[in-house]
């Protein structure tokens, strides 16, 4: 079994490679990004419910250290639900972000890879390794261009 230092270890491979210069709001779209592959890639395998309930513990979780997080809801009909998250960081309250997004993201793999015996984790860290923003957004974003409308 794996253990969460290899997950870590792959999170952090990942946001090396992520634009250190990128704006609070591109990061965030970029966490955002990369939390919908993994959701997607685990939702046929352990479904819905299972899915809904290890990603609300990993927010709740993540909200104790980071408080910003408890913005990050979970609907069982919707998934992932970053409008209030996003709200947040635009209003300027973005303190943790990036933190917390990487406690968020190591701790959703170690859970998942405990639950399933690391049998998901070679692909979810492929598909993690692939998550990046589009060419045709960065720039915009170094610019200062608003990316959302």
């Known amino acids: 079994m794996l253990d969460e230092g290899r ?3 792959c999170v952090d491979a990942w946001l090396d490679r992520a634009d250190r210069n990128l704006s609070t ?10 939390l919908t592959v993994l959701w997607k890639q685990t939702l046929t395998t352990l ?3 299972t899915l809904s309930a290890i990603a609300g513990r990993v927010l709740h979780n993540a909200s104790e250290q980071f408080p910003l997080f ?5 609907e069982r009909q919707r998934g992932l639900q970053f409008e209030e998250l996003r709200a947040q960081v635009r209003a300027g309250r973005d303190s943790g972000l990036r933190e917390g997004s990487r406690f968020v993201l190591v701790e959703f793999l170690t859970v998942l890879g405990n639950l399933t015996a690391e049998i998901l984790t070679p692909e ?3 598909e993690l390794s692939k998550v990046a923003l589009p060419e045709a957004v960065r720039p915009r974003v170094a ?5 959302t409308s």
Not at 70 to 74: D, E, F, G, I, T
Request: aromatic share 6%.
């Open 7 to 9: 997950h870590a270890t």
């Open 47 to 49: 479904g819905e419910v």
């Open 70 to 74: 408890s913005s990050l809801k979970v």
């Open 25 to 34: 709001e591109a990061f965030l779209q970029l966490f955002e990004a990369a």
């Open 143 to 147: 610019a200062g261009e608003d990316t």
């Open 124 to 126: 979810l860290h492929a």
